[in-house]
Protein backbone atom coordinates (compact mmCIF):
# COMPACT_ATOMS: atom_id res chain seq x y z
CA UNK A 1 0.00 0.00 0.00
CA UNK A 2 1.35 3.51 -1.10
CA UNK A 3 -0.64 5.16 1.80
CA UNK A 4 -1.54 8.82 1.08
CA UNK A 5 -0.13 10.32 -2.18
CA UNK A 6 0.07 14.07 -2.79
CA UNK A 7 1.42 15.69 -6.13
CA UNK A 8 3.49 18.08 -6.41
CA UNK A 9 5.89 18.03 -3.76
CA UNK A 10 6.46 21.63 -4.08
CA UNK A 11 5.14 24.54 -6.58
CA UNK A 12 5.62 27.92 -6.74
CA UNK A 13 2.73 29.83 -8.27
CA UNK A 14 2.30 33.46 -9.20
CA UNK A 15 -0.13 35.80 -7.77
CA UNK A 16 -3.39 35.24 -9.65
CA UNK A 17 -2.18 31.93 -11.32
CA UNK A 18 -4.63 28.47 -10.07
CA UNK A 19 -3.43 25.33 -9.40
CA UNK A 20 -4.58 21.55 -8.21
CA UNK A 21 -2.86 19.72 -5.75
CA UNK A 22 -3.52 16.36 -5.94
CA UNK A 23 -4.47 13.81 -3.19
CA UNK A 24 -4.71 9.91 -3.53
CA UNK A 25 -5.41 7.03 -1.34
CA UNK A 26 -5.49 3.52 -1.62
CA UNK A 27 -6.75 2.26 1.29
CA UNK A 28 -10.32 2.87 0.78
CA UNK A 29 -11.01 5.56 3.19
CA UNK A 30 -14.38 7.37 3.21
CA UNK A 31 -13.08 10.02 5.23
CA UNK A 32 -10.69 12.38 3.50
CA UNK A 33 -8.99 15.81 4.74
CA UNK A 34 -7.24 18.76 3.32
CA UNK A 35 -5.06 20.53 5.83
CA UNK A 36 -2.84 23.32 5.15
CA UNK A 37 0.33 24.16 7.84
CA UNK A 38 1.65 27.29 8.52
CA UNK A 39 4.50 27.80 11.25
CA UNK A 40 3.44 28.16 14.66
CA UNK A 41 -0.05 27.81 13.99
CA UNK A 42 -0.64 24.05 14.04
CA UNK A 43 -3.06 21.95 11.23
CA UNK A 44 -6.05 23.78 10.10
CA UNK A 45 -8.67 22.12 8.50
CA UNK A 46 -9.75 23.58 4.58
CA UNK A 47 -12.19 20.97 3.45
CA UNK A 48 -13.14 17.58 4.37
CA UNK A 49 -15.42 15.13 2.44
CA UNK A 50 -17.22 11.73 3.81
CA UNK A 51 -17.53 9.96 0.66
CA UNK A 52 -17.39 10.18 -3.06
CA UNK A 53 -19.66 13.44 -3.81
CA UNK A 54 -20.27 14.32 -0.72
CA UNK A 55 -17.55 17.68 0.64
CA UNK A 56 -17.65 20.18 3.03
CA UNK A 57 -15.99 23.45 4.48
CA UNK A 58 -13.59 22.85 7.14
CA UNK A 59 -11.78 26.10 9.16
CA UNK A 60 -10.51 27.66 6.32
CA UNK A 61 -12.31 26.82 2.95
CA UNK A 62 -11.80 30.61 1.59
CA UNK A 63 -9.69 30.90 -1.94
CA UNK A 64 -10.12 26.78 -2.52
CA UNK A 65 -12.36 24.57 -3.72
CA UNK A 66 -12.81 20.32 -3.79
CA UNK A 67 -14.30 17.59 -5.61
CA UNK A 68 -14.68 13.95 -4.61
CA UNK A 69 -15.40 11.96 -7.86
CA UNK A 70 -13.99 8.52 -6.53
CA UNK A 71 -13.25 7.42 -3.11
CA UNK A 72 -9.59 7.44 -4.13
CA UNK A 73 -8.72 10.85 -4.67
CA UNK A 74 -9.22 14.24 -3.37
CA UNK A 75 -7.77 17.12 -5.18
CA UNK A 76 -7.49 20.97 -3.63
CA UNK A 77 -8.37 23.43 -6.49
CA UNK A 78 -6.18 26.86 -5.58
CA UNK A 79 -7.86 29.93 -7.76
CA UNK A 80 -6.71 33.16 -7.88
CA UNK A 81 -3.12 32.40 -5.83
CA UNK A 82 -2.37 35.02 -2.79
CA UNK A 83 0.59 35.18 -1.01
CA UNK A 84 -1.90 34.10 2.32
CA UNK A 85 -1.50 31.07 0.75
CA UNK A 86 1.99 30.44 0.61
CA UNK A 87 1.80 26.86 3.14
CA UNK A 88 2.30 23.06 3.30
CA UNK A 89 -0.77 21.66 2.53
CA UNK A 90 -1.57 18.00 4.17
CA UNK A 91 -3.96 15.37 2.47
CA UNK A 92 -5.18 12.92 4.88
CA UNK A 93 -7.75 10.02 4.90
CA UNK A 94 -9.23 8.13 7.84
CA UNK A 95 -11.04 4.67 8.65
CA UNK A 96 -15.20 5.50 9.05
CA UNK A 97 -15.50 3.50 12.35
CA UNK A 98 -14.91 3.97 15.57
CA UNK A 99 -11.16 3.24 16.09
CA UNK A 100 -8.43 5.22 17.23
CA UNK A 101 -8.68 8.36 15.91
CA UNK A 102 -5.64 8.06 13.58
CA UNK A 103 -5.56 10.37 10.62
CA UNK A 104 -3.34 8.77 7.86
CA UNK A 105 -1.21 12.26 6.07
CA UNK A 106 0.26 12.27 2.98
CA UNK A 107 4.16 13.74 2.94
CA UNK A 108 2.83 17.01 2.22
CA UNK A 109 2.74 19.64 -0.84
CA UNK A 110 4.71 23.20 -0.07
CA UNK A 111 3.49 25.65 -1.89
CA UNK A 112 4.94 29.43 -2.61
CA UNK A 113 3.08 32.19 -3.99
CA UNK A 114 5.12 34.95 -5.15
CA UNK B 1 -6.77 32.41 23.97
CA UNK B 2 -6.29 29.54 21.36
CA UNK B 3 -8.30 26.51 22.42
CA UNK B 4 -4.81 24.60 22.38
CA UNK B 5 -1.78 26.12 23.70
CA UNK B 6 1.26 23.99 22.92
CA UNK B 7 4.86 25.73 23.23
CA UNK B 8 6.95 25.68 20.13
CA UNK B 9 10.18 25.18 21.92
CA UNK B 10 12.65 24.38 20.11
CA UNK B 11 13.78 21.50 22.95
CA UNK B 12 17.28 20.66 22.60
CA UNK B 13 17.98 17.91 24.64
CA UNK B 14 21.40 15.17 25.32
CA UNK B 15 20.92 12.10 24.11
CA UNK B 16 19.17 9.38 26.74
CA UNK B 17 17.13 12.25 28.49
CA UNK B 18 13.83 12.45 29.79
CA UNK B 19 12.03 14.77 27.56
CA UNK B 20 8.34 16.13 28.45
CA UNK B 21 6.10 17.50 25.91
CA UNK B 22 3.03 19.72 26.68
CA UNK B 23 -0.57 20.76 26.04
CA UNK B 24 -2.86 23.15 27.66
CA UNK B 25 -6.58 23.27 25.70
CA UNK B 26 -9.74 25.16 27.53
CA UNK B 27 -12.89 22.97 26.01
CA UNK B 28 -13.65 20.66 28.60
CA UNK B 29 -16.03 18.81 26.22
CA UNK B 30 -12.39 17.21 24.84
CA UNK B 31 -12.26 13.41 25.70
CA UNK B 32 -10.05 11.63 23.03
CA UNK B 33 -6.09 12.90 22.98
CA UNK B 34 -3.52 12.41 20.58
CA UNK B 35 0.26 12.67 20.21
CA UNK B 36 1.38 12.57 16.44
CA UNK B 37 4.97 13.03 15.34
CA UNK B 38 6.07 14.62 12.26
CA UNK B 39 9.78 14.52 11.00
CA UNK B 40 11.12 17.02 8.81
CA UNK B 41 8.96 17.29 5.26
CA UNK B 42 7.08 14.37 6.30
CA UNK B 43 3.53 14.25 7.07
CA UNK B 44 2.28 13.96 10.59
CA UNK B 45 2.09 10.26 12.15
CA UNK B 46 -0.21 9.07 14.94
CA UNK B 47 2.19 8.46 18.57
CA UNK B 48 -0.36 7.66 20.76
CA UNK B 49 -3.65 8.16 21.43
CA UNK B 50 -5.84 7.88 25.22
CA UNK B 51 -9.14 8.36 25.95
CA UNK B 52 -10.48 10.68 29.05
CA UNK B 53 -7.65 10.59 31.62
CA UNK B 54 -5.36 8.80 32.93
CA UNK B 55 -1.77 7.31 31.63
CA UNK B 56 -0.76 4.98 28.36
CA UNK B 57 2.52 3.34 27.67
CA UNK B 58 3.95 2.26 24.90
CA UNK B 59 7.51 1.42 25.14
CA UNK B 60 9.68 4.59 25.83
CA UNK B 61 6.56 6.89 25.55
CA UNK B 62 4.11 7.70 28.03
CA UNK B 63 1.31 9.75 27.49
CA UNK B 64 -0.73 11.78 30.50
CA UNK B 65 -4.04 13.45 30.81
CA UNK B 66 -5.14 15.44 33.51
CA UNK B 67 -8.85 16.79 32.57
CA UNK B 68 -9.00 18.24 36.06
CA UNK B 69 -6.33 20.27 34.69
CA UNK B 70 -6.89 20.33 31.24
CA UNK B 71 -2.83 19.73 30.47
CA UNK B 72 -1.98 16.63 28.53
CA UNK B 73 1.87 15.50 28.59
CA UNK B 74 4.18 13.40 26.48
CA UNK B 75 6.89 11.55 27.94
CA UNK B 76 9.92 10.30 26.26
CA UNK B 77 12.25 8.01 28.00
CA UNK B 78 15.82 7.62 27.09
CA UNK B 79 15.49 10.00 24.68
CA UNK B 80 17.11 9.00 21.45
CA UNK B 81 18.77 11.21 17.97
CA UNK B 82 15.82 9.35 16.10
CA UNK B 83 13.07 11.31 18.42
CA UNK B 84 13.88 14.44 16.79
CA UNK B 85 10.88 15.77 15.11
CA UNK B 86 8.33 18.11 15.95
CA UNK B 87 5.58 16.63 18.65
CA UNK B 88 1.56 17.60 17.90
CA UNK B 89 -0.83 17.75 20.22
CA UNK B 90 -4.16 16.70 18.40
CA UNK B 91 -7.60 16.39 20.62
CA UNK B 92 -11.19 15.93 20.02
CA UNK B 93 -14.57 15.90 21.79
CA UNK B 94 -15.56 12.77 19.94
CA UNK B 95 -14.11 9.96 17.73
CA UNK B 96 -15.09 8.04 14.62
CA UNK B 97 -16.87 9.04 12.08
CA UNK B 98 -15.77 12.29 10.34
CA UNK B 99 -14.23 13.59 13.58
CA UNK B 100 -11.77 14.84 11.55
CA UNK B 101 -13.49 18.12 11.42
CA UNK B 102 -13.58 18.52 14.60
CA UNK B 103 -9.61 18.04 15.70
CA UNK B 104 -7.86 20.53 16.91
CA UNK B 105 -4.33 20.54 16.70
CA UNK B 106 -1.92 22.21 18.55
CA UNK B 107 1.39 24.12 16.90
CA UNK B 108 3.57 21.24 17.42
CA UNK B 109 6.57 21.48 19.69
CA UNK B 110 10.40 20.98 17.93
CA UNK B 111 12.32 18.28 19.71
CA UNK B 112 16.20 18.01 19.22
CA UNK B 113 17.91 15.43 20.66
CA UNK B 114 21.85 15.95 20.53
CA UNK B 115 24.06 12.56 20.47
Known amino acids: NAGVTQTPKFRILKIGQSMTLQCAQD?????MYWYRQDPGMGLKLIYY???????DKGEVPNGYNVSRSTTEDFPLRLELAAPSQTSVYFC?????????????FGEGSRLTVL | QKEVEQDPGPLSVPEGAIVSLNCTYS??????FMWYRQYSRKGPELLMY????GNKEDGRFTAQVDKSSKYISLFIRDSQPSDSATYLC???????????????FGAGTILRVKS
Open chain 2, 90 to 104: AMSAEIGGEYGNKLV
Open chain 1, 92 to 104: ASSYSDRRTGELF
Open chain 2, 27 to 32: NSAFQY
Open chain 2, 50 to 53: TYSS
Open chain 1, 27 to 31: MNHNY
Open chain 1, 49 to 55: SVGAGIT
